[in-house]
């Protein structure tokens, strides 16, 4: 499911790919539903492509949502992004990936993870996993 969730830089939020044209992608905001153009010169990353820095090997985006997911009993996320300081994102991130990398995470990658678990909760994609496809 995350193969199609994007995130733009630049622009606030993750949109869900609606179509390919010419050039650019039809995307639209999982926060309020409008639809936009993006072009080539757009930096753009699926959420499939997303991984997170721990100590030992990157661990993929699908797998960090998850476990915020079983912290949280599928819903949205107990702290509050806007008003919590780095030692409080940094215990939330413990809890919920106890291996991460403490050097190379920083604060704003913290909130940036909890906001988009919240903006997929709300938006109601709640399986994150990959699935597997099958040959034919």
């Known amino acids: 499911m995350l193969k199609n969730i994007l995130s733009i830089t630049g622009k606030p939020g993750l949109y869900k790919l609606v179509s390919r044209g010419n050039n650019m992608l039809i995307v639209e905001s999982l926060v309020d539903g409008k639809r936009m153009p993006t072009y080539a010169r757009d930096k753009i990353v699926s959420l499939a492509d997303v991984s997170m820095f ?3 090997d990157d ?5 960090v949502l ?3 997911k079983k ?3 599928g819903k949205p996320a107990s702290i509050d992004t806007k008003k919590a300081d780095k030692k409080e994102l940094a ?3 413990t809890i919920v990936l106890p291996d991460w990398d403490h050097d190379r995470v920083y604060p704003s990658d913290i909130r940036k993870l909890v906001q988009w678990y919240n903006i997929l909760i709300n938006a109601k994609i709640t399986e994150f996993e990959p699935k597997e496809e099958v040959a034919s």
């Open 66 to 68: 998850e476990n915020i």
């Open 91 to 93: 215990d939330y991130m």
């Open 54 to 56: 721990t100590n030992a």
């Open 71 to 73: 912290h949280e009993d």
């Open 59 to 63: 661990i993929a985006l699908w797998q």
